[in-house]
């Protein structure tokens, strides 16, 4: 995905779902919100995880939904075999029982992966 691809991709994405900036989700395991560095509540290690067992690592999540370097729209569009970023945005908000989705967990040693879609943080991992 092209860098301008991704930023217009968030932009929709955050006019979508009508909120302004940052986005985040609960953890799957602990259903805790994934804070963003910039939030005065404390930040944790959270894993994504995908449906055949690779592994991202972010410890300071910076709240526009990248983890280890990974994004993670860009995960599902791979997990899928989609090509563009506006197919994966439309089947994130209207999906059906053949999309896959990557886990959001602190513990990832203790999970296995399910398919189903985390549930989002309505702070944005930051207005709490």
Not at 7 to 33: E, H, L, P, V
Not at 36 to 60: A, Q, T
Not at 88 to 93: D, G, I, M, P, Q
Request: proline share 5%; with cysteine; net charge neutral.
């Amino acid at each position: 995905m092209q860098d301008k691809d991704l930023i217009a991709f968030k932009s929709n994405y955050c006019k979508k779902i009508n909120k302004m900036g940052f986005y985040s989700w609960f953890t799957q395991d602990t259903n805790r919100s994934i804070s963003n560095v910039y939030s005065s509540r404390p930040f944790f290690r959270v894993f994504m995880l995908d449906h055949i067992g690779n592994m991202w690592k972010e410890n300071c999540y910076e709240g526009y939904g990248v983890f280890g370097c990974k994004d993670y729209y860009e995960l599902m569009a791979e997990m899928n075999g989609l090509s563009s970023i506006e197919e994966t945005v439309e089947l994130y908000f209207e999906p059906n029982e053949s999309i896959l989705f990557p886990n959001l967990v602190e513990y990832p040693r203790k999970w296995v992966w399910i398919n189903k879609k985390p549930k989002d943080c309505p702070y944005q991992g930051f207005f709490y």
